[in-house]
């Protein structure tokens, strides 16, 4: 059943001061009033609000990896969370925040309801001082107000078409990912690719105008089965030798060619003579170099005549011309032999290459599966050639007398062949090079063939969806012209934000000044008893009380920047803390009349959302008193509780705070030297009502003449410092003072300590 009152729940953990704030409250309306000394945490839920009102991308690390919230974090814990979260009247649940923190990382900002305006000294410094309490004037756009004309039907077909766009859009965007995820994602390293980032996101498949880019000659299927090839190829996998270059010397074989066509002298010998010889010369030219003194050189015998006149002979003829001639065209006859056994080696040599290449480029390679090693049939046009010259250098060698003519174009097609075999070898060995440079950067293939990926997805995605992207793009347009022409028709009803601000500005001015200060609507230079103060001047002019006047001027009128359309008021939300700072008690007053008439001066405002924040007892005195606020509660001691209107004397709080030291065990705080002197100024002016720093001292050493601390704590430590030539203040001092003061009090005015032990 609904709550015929508004339901906030606040809950703070780990925050600065605050160990863990959890509390629920009712409201009749959003105008809440949270009195709290200095140091109990005030400030910090002030900037946890205004979080809410940055822009993501402001808070970043800084260079040491610090994040901007950091600060916020309770010492000794890594982590903190705020929690604000309202439910209406009907049970609806209107606001719900929840910013978890965490050390050396930029918090996600939830989602608000609302626009918070966010007062605090923060605000004060980043906006403000910063500029010497001037106002930018440079300020830009309008907002949108209530077309005189009803858009509702056009508005709401505008809806229409943004919610099948959207839905188009979600249903191509997840059929991608699907696809991406299934077939691509699982690939190693390749979402680092910078085409994977290019081409596979959503906007670049919708736009797809990058395909001249992604022209690719493979299938995504048939590049995943390269990938998988490359990742295969074993370790040490070895180079495929390079084959060696035709060695041919062209000028023997010119020479041999031209001895072929000379007539040789025929020796005296006999022709029986002269074929037993030439059947075994070489053996017989061997034998001969090593006969020596008539002696045999196998049996070691002395040989005789008959031997000894044959070996004669051998020798005569081996020296002969005729002889030499056979000998040389058997020469020639070798040579062209190893020739053509080294073609045959060439021949059989690429003939592996090619095998080893292909099985290689298959397997390992696929980017190379369409280059091949280029034949060399070549050599064989090249034997037939050589052949021709062996068998007349064989017929030279039985027929030297006789000129054998070989054609010119057997020499010329040798020469030719040559040339080709050449390149040929040369050009192989270029792609065996190339594919062994591959083999061995195979990380760089495994990366091409990656990339290749990405672009055939890419182009293969845009295909798959292209009639969907096509509708999309026409819902796009179609949602553009309408968009464009109801924003024409409410054209109208723009209102300048500078106008606004303006005037916000001039109307708080006029609340606390009456004239003594305006503000120049074209410039916004401040207008001090009609005179225009120039740049700099403003704070010099201005008090600080003024100055703290002049800054929640400007606060109240920057709240029009947040504001797009009319509508948009409604979510304003003001958080202020301690706006009060040095102003006279006349213009705390006048503070509080603006807060209470922030709905006159700021127009479009229906129902006022505020949280104020402060340790002024007077200013939340005058807040409770007007009915300002509608809730009001109490930060202390790290709880949030219902708020005593009986706090509203300084005198009871202070008086608290140090009972809670002296008897409680709690510890001493920064403004505790402050909670001393005010008692004991309290106590004073029942004797005399002109307090100064004599009459204190005096009220010491009259009614506490054994305290040899108290002045000190009252004097110095109120003032900001504890002087250097004194000994280091401890908690036991703080104690001792406190408890000095709780027993004076309790001698004279012992029901006030009574009332104290209730909070206890």
């Given amino acids: 059943m609904a709550d015929d009152k508004i339901k906030i729940y606040f809950g703070c953990q780990h925050i ?60 000794g814990y890594n982590t903190g969370s705020f929690v604000f979260k309202i439910t209406n009247k009907d049970g609806d649940v209107v606001e719900n925040i929840s910013l978890n ?49 009803d858009l509702t039907d056009d508005e709401n077909k505008l809806k229409r078409i943004e919610n099948d766009g959207v839905n188009l859009r979600s249903h191509i965007e997840s059929s991608i990912q699907t696809y991406i995820a299934k077939n691509i994602d699982a690939i190693r390293d390749i979402k680092r690719l910078q085409e994977y980032k290019d081409f596979l996101n959503l906007e670049a498949i919708l736009n797809y105008n990058n395909k001249e880019k992604a022209i690719c000659s493979k299938t995504v299927e048939e590049l995943l089965a390269d990938y998988d090839k490359v990742k295969s190829i074993p370790e040490n996998l070895p180079d495929i030798s390079l084959i060696d270059n035709v060695s041919i010397d062209v000028g023997i074989i010119e020479q041999i060619v ?50 000894i006149s044959l070996i004669d002979s051998y020798t005569k003829f081996l020296s002969d011309s005729e002889a030499q001639t056979i000998k040389l065209f058997r020469n020639y006859s070798n040579k062209l032999r190893e020739t053509i056994a080294i073609l045959s ?54 027929i030297i007398n ?113 004239g003594k200060y305006t503000l120049n609507e074209d410039d916004f230079h401040l207008i001090f008893d009609k005179t225009s103060l120039d740049k700099g001047q403003v704070k010099h002019v201005l008090s600080e009380g003024e100055k ?44 509080c009349g603006v807060i209470r008439d922030i709905k006159q001066i700021l127009e479009k405002i229906q129902r006022e959302k505020i949280i104020i924040f402060t340790h002024n007892n007077d200013f939340m005195r005058i807040l409770c008193s007007n009915n300002i606020i509608d809730k009001k509660l109490l930060l202390r001691n790290g709880e949030l509780g219902d708020f005593n209107e009986n706090f509203t004397v300084p005198y009871i709080s202070h008086l608290i705070d140090i009972y809670k030291i002296a008897r409680s065990g709690e510890r001493a705080k920064h403004t505790t030297a402050n909670s001393i002197r005010h008692i004991i100024e309290t106590l004073t002016k029942f004797q005399n009502i002109d307090v100064s720093n004599n009459s204190i001292q005096e009220y010491i050493k009259a009614n506490i003449p054994n305290d040899k601390k108290s002045y000190t704590f009252i004097n110095d430590l109120s003032h ?22 709780i027993t004076h009090i309790e001698e004279r005015f012992p029901n006030q300590i009574k009332y104290c032990e209730k909070f206890k």
């Avoid at 030439?278 to 008959?306: M, R, T, Y």
């Avoid at 690429?350 to 980017?367: A, D, G, H, Q, W």
């Avoid at 050599?379 to 060698?397: E, G, Y």
């Avoid at 979510?571 to 503070?591: A, E, G």
Wanted: glycine share 4%; aromatic share 10%.
């Fill in 16 to 75: 600065a001061p605050i160990e863990n704030i959890q509390r629920e409250f009712h409201v009749g309306s959003l105008k809440v009033g949270i009195y709290a000394n200095n140091g109990c945490g005030k400030t910090f839920i002030s900037r946890l609000f205004r979080l809410l009102e940055l822009p993501q991308k402001i808070l970043v690390l800084d260079e040491n990896g610090c994040s901007p919230t950091d600060p916020l974090i309770r010492f």
């Fill in 720 to 741: 900001g410092g504890w002087r250097s030539e004194q000994i280091p203040i401890t908690d036991d001092d703080y104690k001792e003072v406190c408890e000095t003061i």
């Fill in 101 to 149: 923190i965490q050390r050396n990382a930029i918090p996600a900002i939830s989602n608000s309801s609302y626009l918070y305006h966010v007062f605090n000294q923060d605000y004060v410094e980043e906006n403000i001082r910063v500029l010497n309490y001037e106002k930018d004037s440079d300020i830009k756009g309008y907002i949108l107000g209530k077309a005189n004309i």
């Fill in 345 to 398: 080696n060439i021949d059989n040599a690429v003939s592996k290459r090619e095998n080893l290449y292909n099985e290689y480029k298959t397997k390992y390679i696929p980017t190379l599966e369409n280059e091949t090693l280029e034949s060399v049939s070549v050599i064989t046009s090249l034997k037939r050639s050589i052949q021709q010259l062996l068998d007349a250098t064989d017929k030279k060698s039985t």
């Fill in 548 to 591: 703290n006047i002049i800054a929640f001027a400007y606060y109240l009128g920057d709240a029009h920047l947040k504001i797009e359309k009319e509508d948009d008021y409604k979510k304003l939300f003001f958080v202020i803390d301690d706006p009060i700072s040095s102003m006279d008690f006349t213009y705390v007053y006048t503070l």
């Fill in 402 to 514: 006789i000129p054998i003519r070989i054609e010119d174009n057997v020499i010329a097609d040798i020469k030719k062949h040559i040339s080709i075999l050449d390149q040929l070898i040369k050009n192989n060995n270029q792609k065996i090079e190339v594919i062994n440079q591959k083999k061995s950067k195979i990380g760089e293939e495994n990366k091409n063939i990656r990339r290749a990926i990405c672009k055939s997805a890419y182009v293969y995605l845009a295909t798959r969806h292209n009639d969907d992207i096509l509708k999309l793009n026409e819902l796009r347009k179609e949602y553009n012209v309408l968009n464009a022409d109801i924003l024409k028709r409410k054209e109208a009803e723009k209102i300048s934000k500078k106008k606004k601000v303006y005037e916000t500005i001039k109307s708080v001015l006029d609340y606390f000044f009456s």
């Fill in 258 to 307: 031209e001895d072929l066509t000379k007539s040789y002298s025929l020796s005296s010998f006999s022709d029986e003579f002269k074929a037993k010889i030439q059947n075994k010369q070489s053996f017989i030219e061997e034998g001969v170099k090593l006969f020596s003194d008539n002696i045999c050189p196998f049996c070691e015998q002395k040989l005789s005549i008959a031997s």
